[in-house]
């Protein structure tokens, strides 16, 4: 089992410019997430899918948007980014959301930095 | 509001002591408490995780404890090893039903020979 994977390992963009990461989980979770982490603060939470056919925002959404592509895969879409953007990307699955099940997996990690 | 604290921010101790970190926190209604464990670049990892009704859980040199009545936990390291050096992570998932988790900002441990 690979787990929670997430491509690509690193990218630098320009201001403005577009781009998504991609996530797959193949443990057949129901829940994934997508987090942001800066130095000196918590994990916060973007944009996260309770199931299947289903996406709400987190704490931090604006500039961002989510696909739910099937069971396994979860994107994040940067429309047009911005420096502000510059940040760790964690993209993070569990059975379910919450509750003694609800132990997320989190992928390695997409280092991003916007120019 | 509800938050995570953790305490100390930062920790350096030498390789075979023992280190406690403190997560002290609000969330109410509460459902759940986990440790994670991150390395650097990398995503963190689940240690353990306690419920209401427990006190104490161990998983190898870790061991984690819970007081809901005072919503602290701590996390005990035993004998610490140069591959603890990591940051580790309390979350707490609300019980409300949305069940949605709460992330303190972490310890960093060093653990130096």
């Known amino acids: 089992n690979a787990g929670v994977t997430q491509t690509p390992k690193f990218q630098v963009l320009k201001t403005g410019q577009s781009m998504t990461l991609q996530c797959a989980q193949d443990?057949?979770?129901?829940?994934m997430y997508w987090y942001r982490q800066d130095p000196g603060m918590g994990l916060r939470l973007i944009y996260y899918s309770a199931s299947e056919g289903t996406t709400d925002k987190g704490e931090v959404p604006n500039g961002y948007n989510v696909s739910r592509l099937n069971k396994r895969e979860f994107s994040l879409r940067l429309e047009s980014a911005a420096p502000s953007q510059t940040s760790v990307y964690f993209c993070?699955?569990?059975?379910?959301?919450?509750?003694?099940?609800?132990?997320?997996?989190f992928g390695p990690g997409t280092r991003l930095l916007v120019l | 509001k509800n938050q995570v604290e953790q305490s100390p921010q930062s920790l350096i101790i030498l390789e075979g002591k023992n280190c406690t970190l403190q997560c002290n926190y609000t969330v109410s209604p509460f459902s759940n408490l986990r440790w994670y464990k991150q390395d650097t670049g990398r995503g963190p990892v689940s240690l353990t995780i306690m419920t209401f009704s427990e006190n104490t859980k161990s998983n190898g040199r870790y061991t984690a404890t819970l007081d809901a009545d005072t919503k602290q936990s701590s996390l005990h390291i035993t004998a610490s090893q140069l591959s603890d050096s990591a940051s580790y992570i309390c979350?707490?998932?609300?019980?409300?039903?949305?069940?949605?988790?709460?992330f303190g900002t972490g310890t960093r441990l060093k653990v130096l020979a």
């Open positions: 443990m057949n979770h129901n829940s």
């Open positions: 979350v707490v998932s609300e019980g409300s039903g949305t069940y949605k988790y709460i």
């Open positions: 993070a699955s569990s059975e379910v959301m919450g509750g003694p099940s609800g132990t997320q997996y």
